[in-house]
């Protein structure tokens, strides 16, 4: 199976900040790379699929970039309703999910 | 609107069995390949399984396989997964997720239903 590795694990930073994570596969996946948003008990949310396209309704705040092994999802400017943990996801093969970042507002 | 409806959790004794269902409405169900993804207490996302549209082909997460078979009723408009030999590991909630398109990138997501293996 594609490992895939998310760092930081956490991070805090303040409301208008500009926000990366970054997500890492142990292999190549080319661009399926996903990208997904859980509020405390809540549902996840798709927000970015195939590495840079944003899902419905998502705000032009989040964007992604990458390809092969490292991604990253970025927040342009970090409103209080984005305080949740993201999750990559890998839909080359069999899926996996890096293990999440929580996004917490100073 | 997608809506995806999950039932049939609950607590269950260590080696025991479990069936879970979802519902699906508001979308071609037959079109789509859908998938469960678990979430343990305080945990992150792993993806357990999923099915294709039609042709019955399934996939399994190495931690199942052998335990537990999706399957699916074009007709009823609904998936399943039955779990067998249940162990605490597989506490969880579980949500059943439709793919977008024929991706495995999970665009809809039901409420979720716990699982809790526990004598």
């Known amino acids: 199976d594609i490992q895939m590795t998310q760092s930081p694990s956490s991070l805090s930073a303040s409301i208008g900040d500009r926000v990366t994570i970054t997500c890492r596969a142990s292999q190549s996946i080319r661009i399926y790379l996903n990208w997904y948003q859980q509020k405390p008990g809540k549902v996840p949310n798709l927000l970015i699929y195939?590495?840079?396209s944003l899902q419905g309704e998502v705000p032009s705040r989040f964007s992604g970039s990458g390809s092969g092994t490292e991604f990253t999802l970025t927040i342009s400017s970090l409103q209080p309703e984005d305080s949740a943990t993201y999750y990559c996801?890998?839909?080359?093969?069999?899926?996996?999910f890096g293990q999440g970042t929580r996004v917490e507002i100073k | 609107e997608v809506q995806l409806l999950e039932s049939g959790g609950g607590l269950v004794q260590p080696g025991g069995s479990l069936r879970l269902s979802c519902a699906a409405s508001?979308?071609?169900?037959?079109?789509?390949?859908m998938s469960w993804v678990r979430q343990a207490p305080g945990k992150g996302l792993e993806w357990v399984s999923g099915?294709?549209?039609?042709?019955?082909?399934?996939f399994y997460a190495d931690s199942v396989k052998g335990r537990f078979t999706i399957s699916r009723d074009n007709f009823k408009n609904n998936l399943y997964m039955q779990m067998n030999s249940l162990s605490a590991g597989d506490t969880a909630v579980y949500y059943c997720?439709?793919?977008?398109?024929?991706?495995?990138?999970?665009?809809?997501w039901g409420q979720g239903i716990l699982v809790t293996v526990s004598s």
């Open positions: 195939n590495t840079s």
């Open positions: 099915i294709s549209r039609s042709d019955g082909t399934t």
């Open positions: 996801q890998q839909s080359y093969s069999t899926p996996t």
């Open positions: 508001g979308f071609t169900f037959s079109n789509y390949p």
């Open positions: 997720a439709k793919w977008k398109g024929d991706q495995s990138i999970f665009d809809s």
